[in-house]
């Protein structure tokens, strides 16, 4: 059998001849710098945009300070697959799951599962594609479907306020409103989606100015917004849209989510969508918007 020379202290070797369509072996290991383009060439040909994906240097870079990056190489050590986790409070998020399109269904996401998933006690959580390999490959991993999470596009031009107000406030200070309402530290997240703008982190107050959530656009649309009330999750969510003005936006949103019969009476439309996993299903509230990589 052929293994790769990867010293022991920086690899995970995995065997998975027997799945691989080309009886090839890979390794999986600690992603580094020195992976970054071959991650970025594998997320390109799975169709991911060019940023906030693995695609994206900045973003693979966030991972590798403040998650877990796994690429998976073949034996000339060309990367062919990648993934990462990041812990979101006390669980296990798994933000990224990529195979060279060529080399998909032989194996080689389960063998990257194995290295990022490989304690049972953890509470694990993913928004999987529709991928018909995703899934199923999860379930085996101890994750349910939950619900999914709608890709919204639409404007809050015909939205009407209700009282609540936003303020756009230092990123810090959005992770710490987050964090008193979650007891979730999100800090290095919102760092992240404030990079090129730090002005879109917002806090929405109630009628008598208590913060109830708090969140981050990005360039690509309202990224993340936590509001544990779901008496006051339609709300929030329109006073945060339309701070961000009557532009098009697009938003990730739970099936469940209170708003979401307003929304599409608004003419937002789905676009797209993912299904949240998980393998403790008290785990993500269904009045929050997520992240489809960060939650
Ligand atoms: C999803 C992805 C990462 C999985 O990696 P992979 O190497 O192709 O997957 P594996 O071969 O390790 O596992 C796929 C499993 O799904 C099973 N499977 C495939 N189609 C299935 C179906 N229709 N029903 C049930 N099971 C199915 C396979 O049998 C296999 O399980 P097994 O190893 O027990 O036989 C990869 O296919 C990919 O990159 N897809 C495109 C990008 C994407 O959607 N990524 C997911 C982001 S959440």
Redesign the pocket.
């Known amino acids: 059998m052929f293994a790769l020379s990867i010293p022991a202290h920086e690899a995970r070797l995995v065997d998975?001849e027997r799945?691989s369509p080309r009886g090839s072996v890979i390794g999986v290991r600690q992603a580094g710098e020195a992976d970054l383009a071959g991650i970025a060439a594998?997320a390109l040909a799975?169709?991911q945009p060019p940023t906030d994906s693995g695609a994206d240097p900045a973003y693979a870079r966030h991972l590798l300070a403040h998650g877990t990056l796994m690429a998976a190489v073949d034996r000339e050590r060309h990367v062919v697959?990648f993934?990462a986790t990041r812990r979101v409070g006390s669980a296990s998020a798994?933000t990224?799951?990529?195979?060279?399109?060529d080399?998909?269904?032989?194996?080689?996401?389960?063998?990257?599962?194995r290295c990022l998933w490989d304690a049972d006690a953890e509470t694990r959580i993913?928004?999987?594609?529709?991928?018909?390999?995703?899934?199923?490959?999860?379930v085996?991993f101890g994750l349910r479907p939950r619900w999914p999470l709608l890709y919204l596009r639409g404007s809050a031009a015909s939205l009407e306020a209700d009282g609540l107000h936003v303020r756009r406030v230092a990123a810090g200070d959005a992770a710490a409103v987050e964090r008193d309402l979650t007891g979730i530290d999100r800090g290095a997240d919102y760092a992240y989606w404030l990079r090129s703008d730090p002005a879109r982190a917002l806090v929405v107050h109630d009628h008598d100015d208590r913060p109830v959530a708090a969140g981050a656009a990005t360039a690509a649309g309202l990224a993340h917004l936590v509001c544990p009330s779901a008496a006051l999750a339609t709300d929030a969510l329109v006073a945060a849209l339309l701070a961000l003005g009557e532009e098009p936006q697009t938003l990730w949103v739970p099936g469940p989510h209170p708003a979401l019969p307003l929304l599409l009476r608004n003419q937002f439309v789905i676009e797209d969508y993912?299904i949240h996993m998980s393998s403790d299903d008290a785990f993500a509230g269904v009045t929050s918007v997520y992240s489809p990589a960060l939650a």
């Open positions: 998975r799945h594998v799975c169709g697959g993934g798994l990224d799951l990529f195979v060279l399109p080399r998909q269904g032989g194996g080689i996401g389960g063998a990257i599962l993913t928004f999987s594609s529709q991928d018909p390999r995703a899934l199923p490959l999860y085996r993912d």
